[in-house]
């Protein structure tokens, strides 16, 4: 009903025109990632899209054409557990399927995926009625490419280009003259996130 003609639950045995190839980036090199039956992840990945699609997706949401205006209030609200604290995921409040955080004091509304060769992110700014898809197809990974290649971070670059003035100023960093900083070569070396953000690498400069 709305137009998304090129979304669709994916099985290995389609045929889909123009499907994209995922890759990893693994022993300093690009190698096709790792080919999943994704029809058995369900609603937990085994969606396909484009980033046309995933546009009219966010658009109908927001503009009340998907779903009741009660369904999404519940949807909107950060869930509650069963000890009285508020469902948190990767430090945003989590709600029914959507996440809810703030860049620089803007409202942000979104959710990442990923998986071996792909990862995702669909993030929008409400008070600015912005949205913002980003799908890549390499997960993990170079990490000098991370910033670029990883779809929250993409994103969220994304958000400074195009809502720099409405931004809160970044604080100033002060520097903690206490830390002990012979310590911090204890840290360095390559810390495996996945299949969540891939590879993490610490370095000391």
């Known amino acids: 009903p709305l137009g998304m003609k090129h979304t669709g639950i994916h099985s290995w045995n389609l045929d889909l025109e123009n499907e994209a190839i995922g890759y990893s980036y693994q022993n300093d090199k ?5 080919k999943w039956d994704m029809s058995r992840a369900g609603g937990a990945g085994a969606i ?4 046309g699609d995933l546009h009219l ?3 109908a949401i927001f503009n009340g054409k998907a779903l009741s205006k009660e369904s999404l209030d519940m949807a909107f609200t950060p869930a509650k557990l069963d000890d009285g604290s508020v469902a948190n ?3 945003a409040k989590y709600g029914y399927g959507w996440m809810f955080s703030d860049l620089r004091g803007l409202n942000e509304i979104g959710h990442s995926g990923g998986f071996d060769g792909f990862n995702a992110q669909l993030t929008r700014y409400p008070d600015q009625n912005m949205t913002i898809a980003v799908l890549t197809n390499c997960l ?9 290649l990883v779809a929250s971070s993409a994103a969220r670059a994304i958000a400074h280009i195009y809502l720099w003035d409405q931004l809160n100023p970044l604080e100033s960093k002060v520097e903690d003259k206490s830390v002990d900083t012979s310590i911090y070569n204890d840290y360095v070396g390559r810390y495996d996130y996945s299949p969540y953000a891939g590879v993490l ?4 400069e």
Request: glycine content about 4%; hydrophobic content about 35%; aromatic content about 14%.
């Open 30 to 34: 690009f190698e096709v990632a790792k």
């Open 48 to 51: 396909y899209s484009t980033i």
């Open 57 to 59: 997706w966010n658009e």
């Open 89 to 91: 995921a990767f430090g």
């Open 140 to 148: 993990p990974p170079p990490l000098k490419d991370s910033e670029a």
């Open 201 to 204: 690498e610490i370095t000391n």
